[in-house]
């Protein structure tokens, strides 16, 4: 037993020495000059060397971006996974006409995630705004700790499946306990959301894809695999992926309950999850408008500038996020064909809104910056007002064109200052007059 320990001691020694950044994760550059020199992939400029210069031609380069995201760096989607599209089946499981003091009717929705019976499921926890004339637009998005943890209402489901470890005993051996309920609800202002006239659904993001190293045996992933498949090709999805899927097979469910104005759908996400969501936001066009919270690294900032998190640290912490394929860019970011930038195009002419925290360094705040800024070509080409200024703006100066932006002061989170944002943003491309707004 002695012996086992002092082969794992020496195990994990070398693995410190060997594999960079595993030492100190914040052995990263902070040194804006050092950030790095670099050529990003122009979105109008086609693999072939071809400049796209009209509109009608940006389809091709779009679908040619989508494929080159797909296949190097979050992996595809199999086609028998979107062939269930909208197939499903769901179940409302709970419903309370006068959730939180009356303002809203909330409602626990089961999603089958496969057309077994006794195959995964996903739950939606929805609310509506009582008391609103016709369908209302929703915010939508994944929370990280459970449906229970947005809020504190007694009576919602506690999450069942595996959780991040947390050592406030809101979860205990990886499963959520009762002290989970409402350990996220500064991130969900569900009061300000709703009084604005807006709904909000949420999902636990583990219910798609158990977020560790070893998540894939219980995630939807397999279900997906070919007769005889064992594990995903190196351009197949990973734990991305697997969320990115979710949030359109929520969006599916959305466009079936009334109430729903399931062509104002707002997809909003945090960090990881922010990832996600461009990706689905990127690949979904029914997504209304997108938002990008704190994304960083595989989400809004460059890949190719050497700020914060790298390529080869998101691969080596988290070998489960992306396709296999990204691997091969760990320290070959220049070949990389797309960047950053491209994803936010892909999103266009919808309304994307990248946000960001000045604190919030491993994200790279500038490189989102930058990413918003690289896509405004696509926008302008459509038409479109895009980001509409090319140097970065100080704290809390919110940027409301087609791209939309703010850097707020503050760390790695989502707070009501960035909420108002969202709000204000949605506001203005729903076009929603003041009457139908704040109550
Ligand atoms: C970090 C990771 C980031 C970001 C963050 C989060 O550890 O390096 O890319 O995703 O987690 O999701 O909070």
Not at 50 to 64: D, K, L, N, Y
Not at 106 to 117: G, K, M, P, Y
Not at 239 to 265: F, H, T, Y
Request: proline content about 7%; some cysteine; hydrophobic content about 40%.
């Amino acid at each position: 037993m002695a012996g086992m320990r002092t082969y794992l001691s020496i195990f994990i020694l070398i693995l410190l020495f060997t594999v960079p950044g595993a030492q100190n994760p914040n052995n990263a550059n902070y040194d804006e000059a050092k950030a790095g020199t670099y050529r990003l992939p122009d979105p109008l400029v086609m693999r072939n060397g071809h400049r796209i210069t009209t509109a009608g031609e940006w389809p091709v380069r779009r679908a040619e971006i989508l494929d080159l995201f797909a296949q190097e760096v979050y992996g595809r989607t199999p086609s028998s996974a979107m062939a269930v599209k909208g197939r499903l089946t769901f179940e409302t499981v709970s419903r309370q006409p006068a959730a939180l003091d009356g303002l809203a009717t909330r409602q626990e929705i089961t999603l089958r995630l496969t057309n077994r019976a006794d195959g995964p499921r996903m739950n939606i926890l929805l609310y509506l705004p009582n008391g609103r004339k016709g369908p209302v637009p929703v915010f939508l998005g994944m929370n990280f700790n459970g449906n229970q943890s947005v809020t504190n209402e007694p009576d919602v489901a506690i999450s069942s499946a595996w959780m991040r470890a947390d050592n406030e005993g809101r979860v205990l051996n990886n499963r959520a306990t009762a002290k989970s309920r409402g350990m996220a609800i500064s991130r969900w202002p569900l009061g300000m959301i709703l009084r604005s006239g807006y709904g909000v659904a949420t999902i636990y993001y583990g219910d798609l894809y158990p977020d560790h190293a070893q998540g894939l045996a219980d995630s939807i992933i397999p279900h997906y695999y070919q007769p005889g498949q064992r594990s995903p090709g190196p351009d197949e999805w990973g734990a991305l992926g697997a969320w990115a899927w979710g949030m359109s097979r929520c969006l599916d469910v959305l466009e079936k309950i009334p109430g729903v104005n399931s062509r104002q759908v707002i997809l909003h996400g945090h960090s990881r999850i922010g990832k996600a969501t461009l990706w689905a936001g990127a690949q979904d066009p029914r997504f209304a408008i997108v938002i990008s919270n704190d994304s960083g690294e595989g989400g809004a900032a460059l890949a190719r500038r050497n700020f914060g998190e790298t390529i080869e640290r998101i691969n080596t912490a988290f070998p489960h996020w992306f396709a296999g394929n990204f691997k091969k860019y760990n320290r070959e970011v220049d070949s990389l064909p797309v960047d950053q930038h491209l994803l936010l195009a892909l999103i266009a002419p919808r309304p994307v809104y990248v946000a960001s925290a000045a604190e919030d360094l491993w994200a790279d705040p500038r490189g989102e910056f930058l990413g918003a800024r690289g896509a405004d070509p696509v926008y302008r080409l459509l038409g479109r007002s895009g980001l509409g200024i090319t140097a970065m703006p100080g704290l809390h100066q919110p940027v409301t064109t087609t791209i939309g932006h703010h850097i707020r002061a503050g760390k790695h989170d989502v707070t009501d200052y960035d909420w108002e944002q969202f709000i204000n943003f949605a506001n203005i491309h729903l076009k929603r007059p003041a009457s139908m707004r704040k109550r």
